[in-house]
């Protein structure tokens, strides 16, 4: 639509269905690369990537032609199939339902990237449940526990 300006920074946060680390070194170059073209192919640009073994960030120039959902159903559902198509895991692939997606300012984006980047270090102090609630504060969201990111209990 001409004359329509935005400056919209996403990070958003999703889990491996039961926070499964599934995710392994050795192809998650090739998880990102794929996420980086369904985000790109959308008309977002992606700033940036990055996943631990239960869980990926992405921080994303949103584009207003489409929505957060309907960009996130894509990317979690395409790169679910492209997982379990490349058999990259031993059981089919699933990411855990739902998201977080939370806005960011300009003068945010390069301490968000650097974050973003340093997931395998910042998870050797931290869990994924702890990363993601302290987010969920900072932002001051209400949410209620029985629905952040379920873990599968043997």
């Known amino acids: 639509m001409p004359n329509t300006y935005t400056q919209l920074y996403i990070h958003c946060v999703f889990a491996v269905k039961y926070r499964a680390a599934v995710i ?4 998650e170059d090739r998880l990102h690369k794929y996420i980086t073209g369904i985000v790109q192919n959308n008309g977002h640009k ?4 990055n996943s631990a073994s239960d869980h990926l960030h992405l921080l994303v120039g949103l584009h207003p032609k489409q929505s957060i959902s309907e960009m996130m159903q894509l990317v979690k559902g395409d ?7 490349e058999g990259l895991t031993k059981r089919k692939f699933q990411w855990q339902e739902g998201y977080g997606a939370f806005s960011n300012s300009r003068s945010q984006i390069d301490s968000v990237i650097k974050y973003i980047l340093n ?3 910042h998870h050797r102090k931290k869990t994924f449940r702890e990363e993601y609630l302290n987010i969920l504060k900072d932002y001051n969201i209400d949410f209620d526990e029985k629905y ?6 043997d």
């Open 24 to 27: 392994k070194p050795e192809w």
């Open 46 to 49: 992606m700033l940036s990537i």
């Open 79 to 85: 790169s679910s199939e492209f997982i379990n198509k």
């Open 119 to 121: 997931q395998k270090e």
């Open 148 to 153: 952040i990111f379920h873990e599968l209990l």
